[in-house]
């Protein structure tokens, strides 16, 4: 899973990527309706589709003369996954550090400076 998870966020470390997957959530696209808002060759877009595809995030099917891209959510729920596992210790760990924060002064009292 782990090398699965690394070709999804490098895929997603590119934000041309992150901008498709995004226009993907609304429903499946042509290539060149998913070219279009970009300053970007149409071959560049599809380099683009092919990282994604390699990730598992996109894939494409024919349409009679057309290829059409639909977002494929499993892969991005195995990334999901993984980070909650982390969100989770992190969460933990920031009640922790309030709770020691805390103790320095009595339940309820708001320091006058907000940043503090």
Avoid: N
């Avoid at 993907?24 to 994604?52: K, N, Q, Y």
């Avoid at 977002?71 to 009640?95: H, N, Q, T």
């Amino acid at each position: 899973m782990t090398d699965e998870l690394s070709e999804v966020f490098s895929a997603l470390a590119d934000p041309t990527r992150r901008a498709i997957l995004a226009r993907l959530a609304d429903g499946s696209a042509t290539v060149g309706d998913l070219a279009e808002p970009f300053a970007l060759s149409l071959p560049t877009v599809s380099r683009h589709i092919a990282a994604l595809e390699k990730a598992g995030l996109v894939r494409k099917i024919r349409r009679g003369q057309e290829r059409v891209v639909e977002l494929e959510s499993a892969r991005l729920r195995d990334a999901e996954e993984w980070i909650g596992e982390y969100r989770r210790f992190f969460e933990s760990r920031f009640d922790a550090l309030a709770r020691h924060l805390g103790r320095g002064r009595p339940a309820g009292e708001i320091p006058e400076d907000p940043d503090v």
